[in-house]
């Protein structure tokens, strides 16, 4: 049996691949911080759908300076992991805080490589590790307003590249997927002239949907996908990249 952990499993992205990996036959740790009823609904309905796999939902706040042993302490065998935790900031540059930039840089660069660095001999042992980031296409082509995001997207696409020639000789395999725009809820607050003009600069016409990025990190997780590594693959319907 494969297992893997999902950050950030409350989220739309990060539910639609815990479901799409359970359908693909994995046990899951999912992770959650603030929703922990949104968690726990999932993996209530993961274990009845999939009665022979393991489900578990796992806590951890990844802005603070640390991680708990405590955390650690819930994750058994672990096969994969998956980082699809995250939020962002509307502010311009001048406006931010630097408390706020600081929680920025622990939640999208700091806890993952914490966390993998806790984790590698346990996904070494399983002799095909895998870890995947949900990053953004913004991490390529930055986004006013979004300064730290940008940022901090880049940070984890150089990350995947240089830890990925790291643990290439333990079997391991790290990428990144690069979404555009996703229909999800934290886009949902944009006004309908807003998102007409978003879906116009977009080639497709259209937002994508969290399964389709689902089904690429469920890919990159699969033995088809084993030479593939420090690669930040965009999603983006054409837009942007």
């Keep these: 049996m494969k297992y893997a952990l999902i950050l950030g499993a409350s989220g739309d992205i990060g539910m639609a691949t815990a479901r799409e990996l359970a359908s693909a036959g994995w046990s899951l740790y999912c992770h959650y911080h603030r929703h922990e009823e949104v968690v726990k609904?999932?993996?209530q309905e993961l274990c009845e759908n999939y009665p022979e796999q393991l489900f578990s939902a796992v806590s951890l706040d990844m802005t603070q300076s640390t991680v708990p042993l405590a955390f650690y302490e819930e994750i058994g065998p672990v096969d994969a992991v998956i980082f699809a935790n995250g939020k962002t900031v509307y502010k311009l540059l001048t406006e931010m805080e630097a408390e706020e930039m600081d929680e920025l840089w622990r939640l999208f660069v700091k806890t993952p490589a914490l966390i993998c660095q806790h984790l590698q001999e346990k996904l070494a042992k399983r002799k095909q590790g895998r870890i995947v980031f949900i990053s953004s296409v913004y991490g390529f082509s930055g986004s006013a307003m979004e300064v730290?995001?940008?940022?901090?997207?880049g940070a984890q696409h150089a990350?995947?590249?240089?830890?990925?020639?790291?643990?290439?000789?333990l079997g391991m395999t790290v990428n990144a997927v690069a979404p555009g725009a996703v229909d999800t809820h934290m886009n949902t607050d944009w006004t309908a002239e807003?998102?007409?003009q978003l879906l116009s600069d977009i080639p497709l016409q259209r937002m994508a949907s969290p399964y389709e990025v689902a089904t690429l990190v469920t890919?990159?997780?699969?033995e088809s996908a084993s030479y593939i590594t420090g690669a930040s693959i965009p999603i983006t319907g054409g837009w942007k990249y």
């Design 41 to 43: 609904t999932l993996v």
């Design 148 to 153: 730290m995001y940008s940022t901090l997207k």
């Design 159 to 169: 990350f995947v590249k240089a830890y990925a020639q790291e643990v290439a000789s």
């Design 194 to 196: 807003e998102q007409a």
């Design 219 to 222: 890919f990159l997780l699969g």
